[in-house]
């Protein structure tokens, strides 16, 4: 079999049985080998920054690889952005990028470019295959090395002439990847002192731990000792709502983020990174807790902290948890401005139990979040901090968990970047419902601008913060791509489209018209 | 000054007095200081591909750089795709890249990423500001690395705090770049032996020596020689019609190429690099000139071309040149189907001369671009082969040239990539055509599948070169961002919607409906 074909069933024999691609001529091979291992589902995007971003989200929500396939160096290239995002997720993901024959690589024909030089900034797995009798294996290597511990980005290039030559069998799976390692008793007995100092002491839960078991044991360690518990806002995904025990997420600009950390003496990492603020700012530190906070580690994003969690509570002393503590969803909100708290209220009410949330809300979010905490729901946030993950990630959420109602809460500035999201939800009829909130502007750099010193803006400046002149039609950017598109202007038509939507299957998109 | 205000002056002093901007947090003393230096123009951008390909085209028409302004790795991780694009074209670029400040870039942020890596592939050129006084001396150093020759992409990475502390005074521009070295006399002598071989002799002209008086030159050589001349297919600009000499234009596929330079003995280059191939394929060798044929080079890329010609048409005893043999502009179409053909003719019929044509029709462009012989005209074809290349070249030319009417000759599929650029378009009322050849279809794919050995297409694998299903609305992508667009179904249709946006000022699209 050719080695393009080889590597589609080794990637199958693994479990990776979904590719969202991007395909050109060198790739040909493997696009065709798709009638031959109809295990493997196909999924077409007009834009290489959409796969990565799909690969992501699909990862976020099963915590196992989707495939990706892009063309030579600029079609990585495309797809690097939400591969950052996909890299900071420590997400697993294999992605496949064609190349040049072999034969052809030292021509310097039109489309050659450093491949590797692309891929370095994300991957830290790259291997350019060497002949094509080595598909199977580097193949199977490339699925390994993107589970890790932790998930990354594995890249394997594949010149065209390995693709159409005979690649030999393919390799069979493993029947289990390594699991996480847990964290050894006496990190466990450490921490278990730490906590028990009560609310000087913290634990910060990235990764897994974020999930409805490390959330459980972590609320039951809270329950016995007082000690605080805090989400990293950019982990991959948060289980969220319906009683479950909520950590205190830590806000994004830097002076809340630092009084909610004040008083802390001790923080416990769980698969967290010690916290920092988004960006730097003249005359301010970077880093958040209190300068004489000790930094302790449960378990490493390598390890399994949601084992370490739950032999935490036992160290501690913790009783089974509690029954869920329910809170009530909001009442719909009145007929009236369109404002974030009425879309929040609307979305509160309305969503299902477990929906999955793709949040790239940027200025928007803090007064909309707050009001879900009724609903229990996967939040997926932005991990990177690189644009235009929303609508790619609740698309590569939707082909992971058919059965969920997905909503994209996006930003109109953010969601320009990979618009080409909705088309791809159209073809595949995916139940997801995008939310576009449209201000009109890059509000989140208007704040910005003050706090990096910059002063007042001027008009000239100004403009390049401003994304009307002419304002973008979202209705029409939906129906353009085969997406059934609502402009909503006042709370009460965005409670009526918010609630078509939760009770229709299939992909549309609600802009909402905020107040400027 | 802050170091961004340094920056931004030495850019203008140093003659690049547009930046394409998709600014972020980073970046904002630079976006500030645009009210403080009213000579730059700031043009925003949805997406940075859309800077990157604007910048290319800005340089292909005027020879000289824009600067982008990028955010971060991510950023600049989106414009890499229409770098590649410049990088082959030659194109002159000053890429600012803005970095987290240096005592913030330790703490792993959420948008941390290598930038030097993603520069790596499109830049030979790439600093990194080592303190905010240098601001100055290294935007001149940028600037002169851009110019080349050959021109490229210079990538300047700026650290928040070197933008937002004192970067001292701006550095004063030079009078005049050094310009490419003029072959000497040996190498002419040497090329007009070549040339005096006759039909068996050819040249192959790329880069500046495509525009009007190489191609004079070369005209008077082939007349008083008999050598063949022909056009890098992949150069930046081509000036063509109207009676312009025609060099013959190597065609896309290899077999047709070996044709066209089928008993070839010698091939002297001209700002050229040997003929290859596309794509390697199959048991197919990648040059395309006959294996006997010897190369010669008369001016390598980064010499002057141009003066090598006219030295070279003085040594063969070139006359003068003759007055211009024009051509008939064709017949408009009759109404009936809306053919290739009939788009040719009516391009060819109704295009005012000195336009500019920005060429991304993929399969479509064989059929079309000999219609337009008759017409003096401005020609930018795809160079490197990254996708998503038309739009914003056509945006960066009409930046360039608001005088000139600008037609982007567009394939569907390679539209999506980019098709933001419309919104700029609009926002800055440039005057440019856009026509989407909408086959609907990634066709160049189908053909290439079969030239790979890949066989016949199942229909699984015909499902990730089928752009239908749904089918694109190029008229809501139009109108979703301000520009007008009409939709065309027969030659009739189209023949009008040509003529008046012909007629008329400002951006329009023009979707055409293929036959499938």
Known sequence: ????????????????????????????????????????????????????????????????????????????????????????????????????????????????????????????????????????????????????????????????????????????????????????????????????????????????????????????????????????????????????????????FPEPAEAALAGLEDLVLVEAEQPVSFFGYPGRRSTLAPEACRMHTLATPAEDGTAALAALAEECGASPAAPHATCDRPLLPGDGALTLDAIGRAIGALLPDGAIVSDEMVSSGERVLPWLAAVRHHHLPVTGGAIGQGLPVALGAALACPDRKVVALEADGSAMYTLQALWTMARERLDVVTVIFANRRYRILEIETRRTGAGEIGPRAAAMMDIGQPDLDWVKVAEAQGVAGERTETAGEFVDAFRRAMAERGPRLIEAVLDR
């Open 1 to 252: 079999m050719t080695g393009a074909e080889c590597l589609l069933r080794t990637l199958v024999a693994h479990g990776v049985d979904l590719c969202l691609m991007n395909p050109g001529t060198s790739e040909m091979q493997f696009v065709s080998a798709l009638d031959r291992a109809p295990e493997m589902r196909g999924v077409l995007c007009l834009f290489e920054g959409v796969c990565s971003g799909a690969a992501d989200g699909y990862a976020r929500m099963l915590r196992r690889p989707a495939a990706t396939l892009a063309h030579l160096g600029p079609g990585l290239g495309n797809a690097l952005a939400n591969f950052h995002n996909a890299r900071k997720a420590r997400s697993p993901v294999v992605s496949i990028v064609g190349e040049h024959s072999t034969a052809h690589l030292p021509y310097n024909a039109p489309l050659t470019a450093d491949i590797t030089a692309f891929a370095r900034g994300v991957s830290c797995w790259i291997h350019t295959l060497a002949r094509a009798e080595e598909s199977g294996e580097m193949t199977a290597a490339a699925v390994r090395a993107a589970y890790g511990p932790p998930g990354q980005v594995a890249t394997l290039i594949v010149p065209a002439d390995f693709s159409w030559s005979d690649g030999g069998e393919p390799v069979e799976g493993v029947s289990a990847f390594p699991n996480a390692a847990v964290p050894d008793a006496r990190r466990v007995r450490q921490a278990a002192m730490i906590m028990n100092r009560g609310s000087r002491a913290g634990l910060l839960l990235s990764g897994g731990a974020l999930l409805e078991s490390g959330l459980v044991a972590a609320g039951r360690i809270a329950a016995a000792t007082g000690a605080r518990v805090f989400a990293d806002r950019f982990a991959a995904r948060l289980t969220r709502g319906g009683g479950l025990f909520a950590p205190e997420r830590i806000p994004y």
